[in-house]
């Protein structure tokens, strides 16, 4: 991995835009791509996102950031705690994350969002995980979660290697080509469908786990090795420079930890900081 100087980096034309998962951790996406989309780097004509990232990525390209962060700040500092143990012992499912979730998504995705989305001309691939063929869905839910932690906390593999090898697969779905605003909502719900906080969800009648589960930066095999691919983390790593190329792509990471961490519910706060550290990261990267 080589670390790039601000000018290098900005002397490149980036068409593909990543999103990485990290679900509040991604609000610094959102602040960093406000100003960076303004430079002429930015030539986007297609956005990949996974999990939490796929709906920055979405509410980017329809033009609601700040509705967005708008809702999702309310929406925590209205909530007292992130586990209802009262709904567990009544047999229901205690977080509160996948009950504002949707609504979240309908802050930046309505019919006239929708609508305009399909008449941009960039894609917006949502990423999710197809579980093991042939295995039971639980079991396969169990090894996705286990081969995650692996993967990140143990390993510390940049891009996950495990789940192909057992037979998870990523699924790119262009959200524009979802033929009603449901769908194209579900498939965001899917993509961060992080078990067993969340339910699991079915995409084209099949079922469909969390992006992340198979790997939290993706990659599609198209841009494997394309100079023209900007990444964008969510998570700082002291051990890799803010700024880096790897096989030939760029990725840039926070200067920092921060604020935010990706499953709470009850800080409004700590999004805000978070957005607010990439619009400062940002200002400070261009000229």
């Given at each position: 991995?080589?670390?790039?100087?601000?000018?290098?980096?900005?002397?490149?034309?980036?068409?593909?835009?990543?999103?990485?998962?990290?679900?509040?951790?991604?609000?610094?996406?959102?602040?960093?791509?406000?100003?960076?989309?303004?430079?002429?780097?930015?030539?986007?004509?297609?956005?990949?996102?996974?999990?939490?990232?796929?709906?920055?990525?979405?509410?980017?390209?329809?033009?609601?950031?700040?509705?967005?962060?708008?809702?999702?700040?309310?929406?925590?500092?209205?909530?007292?705690?992130?586990?209802?143990?009262?709904?567990?012992?009544?047999?229901?499912?205690?977080?509160?994350?996948?009950?504002?979730?949707?609504?979240?998504?309908?802050?930046?995705?309505?019919?006239?969002?929708?609508?305009?989305?399909?008449?941009?001309?960039?894609?917006?691939?949502?990423?999710?995980?197809?579980?093991?063929?042939?295995?039971p869905l639980t079991?396969?839910?169990?090894?996705?979660?286990?081969?995650?932690?692996?993967?990140?906390?143990?390993?510390?593999?940049?891009?996950?290697?495990?789940?192909?090898?057992?037979?998870?697969?990523?699924?790119?779905?262009?959200?524009?080509?979802?033929?009603?605003?449901?769908?194209?909502?579900?498939?965001?719900?899917?993509?961060?469908?992080?078990?067993p906080i969340t339910?699991?969800?079915?995409?084209?009648?099949?079922?469909?786990?969390?992006?992340?589960?198979?790997?939290?930066?993706?990659?599609?095999?198209?841009?494997?090795?394309?100079?023209?691919?900007?990444?964008?983390?969510?998570?700082?790593?002291?051990?890799?420079?803010?700024?880096?190329?790897?096989?030939?792509?760029?990725?840039?990471?926070?200067?920092?930890?921060?604020?935010?961490?990706?499953?709470?519910?009850?800080?409004?706060?700590?999004?805000?900081?978070?957005?607010?550290?990439?619009?400062?990261?940002?200002?400070?990267?261009?000229?």
């Amino acid at each position: 991995m080589q670390a790039l100087i601000n000018s290098n980096f900005l002397a490149r034309d980036y068409t593909t835009i990543v999103f990485a998962g990290g679900g509040n951790r991604c609000w610094w996406q959102a602040g960093m791509i406000e100003l960076l989309s303004q430079h002429a780097c930015w030539r986007a004509n297609r956005l990949i996102g996974v999990s939490a990232g796929a709906g920055i990525a979405t509410a980017f390209a329809t033009g609601r950031i700040s509705d967005a962060l708008s809702a999702a700040s309310e929406r925590f500092n209205a909530t007292p705690r992130n586990i209802e143990w009262r709904d567990f012992f009544r047999g229901k499912r205690p977080f509160v994350l996948p009950r504002i979730y949707p609504d979240w998504i309908g802050s930046f995705l309505q019919q006239q969002d929708f609508a305009n989305l399909k008449q941009k001309s960039f894609n917006v691939d949502v990423v999710i995980t197809r579980p093991i063929p042939f295995v039971p869905l639980t079991l396969s839910t169990f090894i996705a979660l286990a081969l995650y932690s692996t993967e990140k906390f143990w390993l510390k593999n940049f891009h996950a290697r495990l789940p192909h090898h057992l037979g998870f697969r990523a699924e790119y779905l262009d959200l524009t080509a979802s033929k009603d605003l449901n769908t194209a909502r579900d498939l965001l719900l899917a993509s961060a469908a992080a078990v067993p906080i969340t339910p699991i969800y079915r995409v084209n009648n099949r079922p469909a786990l969390d992006g992340g589960f198979y790997d939290n930066i993706p990659l599609p095999l198209d841009r494997a090795e394309d100079a023209q691919t900007l990444i964008l983390l969510t998570r700082h790593r002291a051990d890799l420079p803010s700024i880096f190329e790897y096989q030939k792509r760029v990725y840039l990471q926070p200067t920092a930890p921060v604020a935010a961490t990706n499953m709470d519910c009850t800080s409004g706060e700590n999004v805000i900081k978070t957005y607010e550290q990439g619009k400062s990261e940002a200002q400070r990267l261009l000229p």
